[in-house]
């Protein structure tokens, strides 16, 4: 009885073994056939916004590109609204990006599994009226997919921002 019991405990470790084989790390790489193409489209994605070329800019998406994080909101952006909002913000800002730094990398075997690029730098807002600068560090996160951007999330200081147009905190009633 003794010997069976061991035999179905080893049966069981041998036939789950496979299970537990299979629960694999994603395969991570900054180095695919795409990387450099995944650079320069956020690159001129950027040159657009350094120049204020809203088409410049929308020429790097894909047509069914999902734009997340712009102004602070949790809403997405589709290709037109991302053109509306920049027509609106080169109306009344200028745009100049330094310290910029982009990395592409591949994912695969994961959630987020696709061709990506980070980039990270500093927006030095210009108010074209009052010429008060605001600087902005930001981090995009894009996703590239049959030679366009179909997706990009924008995270940046939002405090940067507010502080910079005048608004002040008010620290909370204890």
Request: zero cysteines; proline letters at 3%; charged letters at 20%.
């Amino acid at each position: 009885m003794k010997i069976s019991k061991k035999i179905i405990i080893l049966a069981l470790l041998v036939l789950g073994s496979p299970f537990i084989s299979n629960a694999q790390e994603p395969d991570v790489t900054l180095e695919f056939e795409n990387a450099a193409t995944a650079n320069q489209l956020v690159r001129d994605y950027t040159a657009g916004l350094q120049g204020g070329d809203v088409d410049k800019m929308n020429a790097q998406l894909h047509d069914n590109a999902m734009i997340h994080g712009l102004n602070g909101a949790l809403d997405s952006l589709n290709v037109i609204q991302h053109k509306d909002y920049f027509m609106n913000s080169m109306k009344a800002y200028k745009h100049a990006i330094s310290g910029d730094l982009y990395l592409p990398i591949k994912v695969e075997n994961n959630w987020n599994e696709g061709e990506w690029l980070l980039s990270w730098g500093t927006n030095t807002v210009t108010n074209k009226q009052t010429g008060k600068e605001i600087e902005v560090p930001f981090h995009t996160v894009s996703m590239i997919e049959d030679g366009k951007i179909i997706f990009i999330r924008y995270f940046y200081d939002l405090l940067n921002v507010a502080t910079g147009r005048g608004f002040t905190l008010t620290p909370p009633a204890e």
